[in-house]
């Protein structure tokens, strides 16, 4: 589950990041053009015919977005935190999801949403693994 929450926040990131990045109109940035290509990129329909720099333009403006969201993934961080309470729930602190759970006395625990841990009645102490992204 851990891994799953990382990899969709990455996506998120990534998702989002193509929008942010996309050079648009200024009165619309998220203008698109009939192929759904950004402004920046040409449109080719099936019998067209390429023209070399057309095709090596939009083979630029892909690896000019690469290395922009490679640069802004390489400044993020994952930072973690273990909190350990007695009894049955451990919170995570604000801004900050469960990635994961524990329980003394080898009972269950489990992440009850993104923000603390429960484990069952009887439990002396509850473990959240909380974790963030961070710049």
Same mark, same amino acid.
């Given at each position: ?8 926040? &990455?996506?998120?990131? &990534? ?14 940035? &998220? ?33 000019? &977005? ?70």
């Amino acid at each position: 589950m851990r891994i799953f929450k990382i990899v969709m926040f &990455l996506f998120v990131l &990534l998702f989002s990041a193509s929008y942010i990045l996309a050079d648009g109109d200024q009165q619309d940035p &998220l203008k698109i053009k009939e192929c759904n290509f950004p402004e920046n990129m040409n449109c080719f329909k099936n019998k067209d015919i390429a023209d070399a720099e057309e095709i090596n333009a939009n083979f630029q403006a892909l690896y000019n &977005l690469v290395q922009e969201l490679t640069k802004k993934i390489s400044e993020q961080r994952i930072e973690c935190k273990t909190i350990v309470t007695t009894g049955t729930q451990a919170f995570c602190p604000d801004g900050y999801i469960v990635t994961g759970c524990a329980a003394g006395m080898n009972r269950p625990a489990s992440a009850s949403n993104d923000n603390y841990c429960q484990s069952v009645d009887g439990t002396d102490w509850t473990q959240a693994r909380c974790c963030k992204i961070t710049q």
